[in-house]
């Protein structure tokens, strides 16, 4: 099987799209080349059990190298099936024309879709051209297997006989989560494989460099753009949440909603431990644990900072909160790692906002635990701050640099100490609370099919992608306020230290460049002639690519304060070529 990550636009190449900070603050570019995380762990699970698993990161491939040709590419691959990631929205298009480009290039190949928004818009999916079948839910593994065990099958091919379908349709309809069509008729089998622990769960990125040696080929492998400068490895903790934040399409909600999911999956304290130690005999790399240890009670997390004790403390550690936690676990954390640094996204100073989100804690909290944390040595706390919330205006957007101001002065202009912001782009979550009911949150959902979001994810900016319309600032005053705020923490950054005076000032200069070019497109945009409008927006095309890079913040802020990150080449090549 190949698994093929596409970029978020297919054609990004040939269009002038104004992505703006919608990918500022994660590792990967606007094009979203940051494959999922679940490619290691259906790659590892398909392995095991005799199959033969590529991952292909074509976002990647597309994005460092120019001439590269997709159609030409994937016509040499040669594979029984194609898998594609439709995982998060802004990959609609990519991943639509993906799948028409494979179907075209192997039109006997079975394509599968999966992933949460191909869970969610399952009906619609199946129904578009290239896509044979859809896994749904967040426990494809086991379901893709026994797909992949009937596709190998070539007594099983339909076409051959009535009895050859009969057979064929009958091993289909045996598969949980499975969606597919016969004679015109879309089936979708009950999502039963739904996994209650994840000890069968793996994430070996060991597996990356034996399919280097194996497939010649290291580009289609890199997780994102800059990843051998800054190889940054995540493991999950959890498998659902027991949260229900009301912008999240990985919420309490949304889980029951697309995968039937009604309790969270925690992996065992011992196997997250066990990986992490795997990781390092290969990388020296921080690591980021995704999800909150917290979430499953001071019994679970201490048990895994016991087990932890048997790891190096040098070792660069992320913990992601929910919430923020008590003293007792930063006390913890001091004793068992010398470099540790901890984020939270409180998404509004507001403590109105926050609890309309979701979120119950008090800015008081938020500050005991930055400032306890600060002081048992963490060499980073930061903090995540969105606009475009329900009931948020543009004030207090603004505000939000204020409140980190107060925030800087109570910690003593601590540089460990690092605020950021971004607007909600470009999609509410489907399956989320406020995209299920969005006039509950003031809200109007502008588009709620996959046909319109692809539609829209091509449009020339981010306020034009935009799948919602607030009923509490307009969408030029969001854009106006996100930019605004961006500057406003990105001077209180540079004057804490947190930053350079250089990075400072070449952040606001982007920012600056990047509101010009928000305002020539909204000119543009009234221009009635499209072949004229067309025109100018592809003059901008060199503007609209640059300042979608770190914009609200250099790309860079977000990497962990040190510098031992390497490679351990004797062990990569050792394991590649199957000596232990």
Known sequence: MILLHPPSVYDFREKSIMFGPMS???????????????????SNYLQKRGISVRIVNLAYRMYHEPGFDVEAFIKKLNASAFGIDLHWLPHCQGSTEIAKIVKKCHPETPVIFGGFSASYFYSELVEFEGVDFIIRGDSAEEPLYRLLCVLKDSANVPGQNEQADNYYYKSLSEIPNLVYRRDGKVYA??????SADLEDIDFDYSI??????KYRDIRSVVPFCDWFRYPITTIPVVRGCNNNCANCGGSKSAFKLFGNRTKPAFRSPEKLVDEIAAIRKYINSPVF???????NGKDYVMEFFKSAEKLDKNIQIFFEFFT?????FFDKAATVFKNVCYEISPDSHDENVRHKMGKTYTNSQLYESISYALSKGSLRFDLYFMTGLPSQSAGSILETVEYCRDLYEKLGWDSRFMPFISPMAPFLDPGSRIFENPQKFGYTLLFKDLKSHIKAVTNPSWKYILNYESHSITADELVRSTYEAAKGLNRLKGKAGSITENVMLENEQRI???EQTMEKIDEIMTISDEKLKEQKLMELKEDTYKYSLSTVCEKKELEFPLSNRSFKSLEIVKTSIGIK
Do not use: H
């Not at 500022?24 to 259906?42: C, H």
């Not at 089998?189 to 739904?194: G, H, L, R, T």
């Not at 923020?324 to 007792?328: L, S, Y």
């Open 189 to 194: 089998n009950p999502i039963e494989c739904i």
């Open 324 to 328: 923020p936690p008590e003293k007792w």
């Open 208 to 213: 990356m460099f034996k399919d280097v040696l």
């Open 24 to 42: 500022d603050l994660v590792p990967s570019s606007p094009i979203f080349e940051m494959y999922p995380i679940g490619f290691l762990t259906m």
């Open 512 to 514: 600056i460049r990047a």
């Open 289 to 295: 644990l995704l999800g909150d240890l917290n979430s």
